[in-house]
T-cell receptor, first 114, second 113 residues
Framework: NAGVTQTPKFQVLKTGQSMTLQCAQD?????MYWYRQDPGMGLRLIYY???????DKGEVPNGYNVSRLNKREFSLRLESAAPSQTSVYFC?????????????FGPGTRLTVL | GDSVTQMEGPVTLSEEAFLTINCTYT??????LFWYVQYPGEGLQLLLK?????DKGSNKGFEATYRKETTSFHLEKGSVQVSDSAVYFC????????????FGTGTKLQVIP
């Protein structure tokens, strides 16, 4: 049981390049989330998916797109990377059946945009 | 809007010292409250939680009590260890909707031998 896995762990991009961050969970959770973590700002929600086939914007969606490929996988795409997107990105998942259920986080992807 | 305010770090303590990390929140209604811990190079892990007023969450020697009257959820531990060195995040969440979690900015704790 690996929990939430993310790839890659590290990535360096040049401004304007595109890339996709991958996330997968093996806990059969319905809900999945993408956050970014910046110094002094805590975690901010980029997008979330309440269930397979649905996605919605969070607090900071501009410059990102997501795909809920199936119940296990939720990817985050940067179409044209900008230096402001340098951050650590965390994926999380949660079983939505009980309102007290916690979110489980992946280990993160550290992205640098030059 | 909802917000969480934590004490600024870093907090540096000697091993076996008493720890308090303050957390207060602003929210309409009664959210669930959480403390998450992030060890170096890892994702966040749930440390403890409380879902209603006067609940006490506890785990691994850490405790926090949901205080509605002061809108606070301070984290405490009686005797810290070097292995407790990490960043601690206070967070709140309402039920319903997509269960949005609002995080504080995090407090870095360094415990020295």
């Amino acid at each position: 049981n690996a929990g939430v896995t993310q790839t890659p762990k590290f990535q360096v991009l040049k401004t304007g390049q595109s890339m996709t961050l991958q996330c997968a969970q093996d806990m059969n959770h319905n809900s999945m989330y993408w956050y970014r973590q910046d110094p002094g700002m805590g975690l901010r929600l980029i997008y979330y998916s309440a269930s397979e086939g649905t996605t919605d914007k969070g607090e900071v969606p501009n410059g990102y797109n997501v795909s809920r490929l199936n119940k296990r996988e939720f990817s985050l795409r940067l179409e044209s990377a900008a230096p402001s997107q340098t951050s650590v990105y965390f994926c999380a998942s949660r079983e939505s059946g009980n309102m007290y259920n916690e979110q489980f986080f992946g280990p993160g992807t550290r992205l640098t945009v030059l | 809007g909802d917000s969480v305010t934590q004490m600024e770090g870093p907090v540096t303590l000697s091993e076996e010292a008493f720890l308090t990390i303050n957390c207060t929140y602003t929210a309409t209604g009664y959210p669930s409250l959480f403390w998450y811990v992030q060890y170096p190079g890892e994702g966040l892990q749930l440390l403890l939680k409380a879902t209603k007023a006067d609940d006490k969450g506890s785990n691994k020697g850490f405790e926090a009590t949901y205080r509605k009257e002061t809108t606070s959820f301070h984290l405490e531990k009686g005797s810290v260890q070097v292995s407790d060195s990490a960043v601690y995040f206070c967070a709140l969440r309402f039920s319903g909707g997509y269960q949005k979690v609002t995080f504080g900015t995090g407090t870095k704790l360094q415990v020295i031998p």
